[in-house]
C-alpha cells in the first residue's frame, strides 16, 4: 500500500471514504421521492459556485456549498409553486448554474475553463488540506441528517400527504433534503467531479435495490457500495492513471449490472414464494379493485 | 352537548377552476360512525381531505375537536387512511418501516422508545398483518397493502379515523377482517368518518350515511339498508331531498357521551 505514503492520497482516500458514504445516503431519500437527478441539477448550479469562488479568491469549496445550497433552496421552492412551468424554470436554473461558472472562471484572474475540467470530473491530486477540513464537515452534517431523521425523510418520501397528517413539517423536511443534497454535491465535487455526482447518489441505490427488501437494508446496501466503489475507484485511478470519478461512476454501474444480473433468480424465487403465501390477492398489488361495482351502483 | 369530531360548516372547495365541494355540512360526533357515499367524482375525497385540512377551502369553517384545521396541532389524535394510489415508491421498505410512520404523529422527532415499538407491532396484528411485519409492501396484494395503510394509521392510536375508500380492492374475506378491526376500535371509542363506494360488510357499524351528489350534501341520516338500495334517499333524481329535511339539522348537535352508556350507538341521536 505504498499509495499510503502520500499526502495526497491519503486526503483523497478520505475524501473517497466521505463520498461514498454520504452520496448513496442522500440518494436514498431522492429515488424514493422520484427526484433521481436533482442531484445532477445541483451540480450545474454549483459550477456557478467554483466559478464564483475562483473570481473572488474564495474557497471553491464553501462557495460551491453557498451556491448550490441556494440553487437546491430554489428548486424546492419551484417544486412547490411552480407548478406549471417549473421543467422550464429548472432548465433555466441548471444551465445558468452552468453557464454562469464557465463565465466567472473565465473573467478570474488566470482562469480558464480548462480550470473547471478538475472540478467537473474530479480529481486526485487537487484535494487540498483545507478541502479535507470543509469536506469532513459538510460530511458530518450530511451522516446526521441522513442517519438522524430517517423515520421522518422516510415518511415524507413514502407519502407526503400522509406526513402532513401526522403533523410532521413537511415543507421545512424537503427544504433540509434539498440543503442536504446540495451539500453532499460539494462533498462529492474535488473526488467524483460535479457532472458525475449525481451517478454515486443514484446507481448505488438502485443497484442496493435489487437485494434490499427493506429501506434500512437498501440504505445500508448502498452506502457499502458507495463506499466500496468510491475506495476502490480511487486507487484503480491512482495505479492507472485515470481520472477517479470516471473511474468510481463505472464501477458503480458494473456493480448495478452483476448485482441485477445476481438478484434476478433471487427475485424470482422470492416471487413464488409470495404468490404461495397469498393464493388469493393480486401478487403485484396494483390490480383493479376487485370489492368495486359499478359507478352508479349504491353510494352513487 | 360536546364538542363534534369533525365539523364542515358550509365548504366549498375547487380542485383548479372546478367547483368540487358547494357548501357542504358535515358534522361527526364523538363515537359516531358516518359514512360518506356518493357517485365518483361527487366530492366525497374532497370533503374528507378538507377536514384535514389537506383541501385549500373557498368559503366555510373546518374544525377537528372544536378546533379550526389551520390552527390543529394535535394529530396524534387523527389515524388518516388515504386512497390507496401510491402502491409503491422507487425504495423498497416494509410493511413495519410503512406502518412505523403513521407513529409519528405522537413520537414527532424524537426517538422510537419501546412503547412505539409496541404499538406499531399491535396496530399490525389488529390488521391481521403481523406475520408480514418483514415483507416488504411490494410483494403484498391489494387487499393487503390496504390493510398496511389502516395499520399506519392506527399505529398512533388515534380517536378519529378518517378513511378514503378503506375498502377498495379488498376482496370479501378480508372485508371482513377489515370490519371486524373496526367494529374492534369503535368499540374502544374511536370515532370514524370513511368513504364509501358501498356499504358491505361495514353496514350494521355505520351509524349516519351523508350522501353526496355534485358537492351537495342530498342526505344525511340512517344508512341505507342492502334490500333498500333504490330508496336510497337522494338517489333518484326527480326526488331530491334536500339536506336538513333528513334530521340533517339534528345531526348537527352531539350528544354528551357521557349521557348514557351507548346513546350514539343506533344511529341518530334523537
Known sequence: ?300 | MSEPVVALRGVSAELGARPVLRGIDLTVCRGQVVALLGANGSGKSTAVRSAIGQVPVSAGAVELFGVPVRRFRDWRRVGYVPQRTTAATGVPATVTEIVASGRLSRTGFRRFCRADHAAVRRALELVGLADRAGDPVGALSGGQHQRVLIARALAAEPELLIMDEPMAGVDLAHQEVLAETLRDQVASGTTVLLVLHELGPLEPLIDRAVVLRDGRVVHDGPPPTAAGRPALPGHDPAHPSPAGALGAGASHHCLDPQAGTEPLRTGLPS
Open chain 1, 1 to 300: 500500500m505504498d499509495l499510503l505514503n502520500y499526502a495526497f492520497m491519503q486526503r483523497a482516500l478520505l475524501a473517497a471514504v466521505l463520498v461514498g458514504v454520504t452520496a448513496p445516503a442522500v440518494g436514498v431519500y431522492l429515488v424514493q421521492r422520484r427526484q433521481a437527478l436533482m442531484g445532477d441539477g445541483i451540480g450545474h448550479v454549483a459550477m456557478t459556485g467554483v466559478g464564483l469562488g475562483f473570481l473572488l479568491s474564495a474557497s471553491p469549496v464553501w462557495m460551491a456549498t453557498a451556491v448550490s445550497v441556494l440553487g437546491a433552496v430554489l428548486m424546492e421552492l419551484i417544486r412547490w409553486y411552480g407548478r406549471t412551468r417549473g421543467d422550464i424554470a429548472l432548465a433555466m436554473l441548471f444551465y445558468g448554474g452552468m453557464a454562469g461558472g464557465v463565465m466567472f472562471i473565465n473573467l478570474a484572474p488566470g482562469g480558464s475553463s480548462a480550470t473547471l475540467t478538475s472540478y467537473l470530473f474530479g480529481s486526485l491530486s487537487t484535494v487540498s488540506p483545507s478541502d479535507v477540513t470543509a469536506i469532513c464537515l459538510l460530511a458530518a452534517f450530511v451522516v446526521l441528517v441522513t442517519l438522524g431523521l430517517r423515520r421522518q425523510l422516510f415518511a415524507v418520501g413514502q407519502d407526503e400527504e400522509f406526513a402532513r397528517v401526522t403533523g410532521l413539517p413537511v415543507r421545512a423536511l424537503n427544504l433540509l433534503t434539498a440543503v442536504t443534497a446540495a451539500v453532499t454535491v460539494t462533498v462529492a465535487m474535488r473526488v467524483v467531479g460535479l457532472l458525475l455526482v449525481s451517478a454515486l447518489m443514484v446507481v448505488p441505490v438502485a443497484a442496493a435495490q435489487q437485494l434490499g427488501r427493506s429501506f434500512a437494508a437498501t440504505f445500508a446496501i448502498a452506502v457499502a457500495l458507495g463506499v466500496t466503489v468510491a475506495v476502490g475507484g480511487t486507487v484503480t485511478s491512482y495505479y492507472q492513471d485515470v481520472p477517479p470519478g470516471a473511474t468510481i461512476v463505472l464501477l458503480t454501474i458494473a456493480a448495478f449490472v452483476a448485482l441485477t444480473a445476481l438478484s434476478a433468480p433471487l427475485a424470482r424465487r422470492r416471487a413464488r414464494a409470495a404468490a404461495a403465501a397469498a393464493p388469493a390477492g393480486d401478487p403485484a398489488g396494483r390490480a383493479i379493485p376487485a370489492g368495486r361495482t359499478a359507478p352508479d351502483e349504491v353510494g352513487a
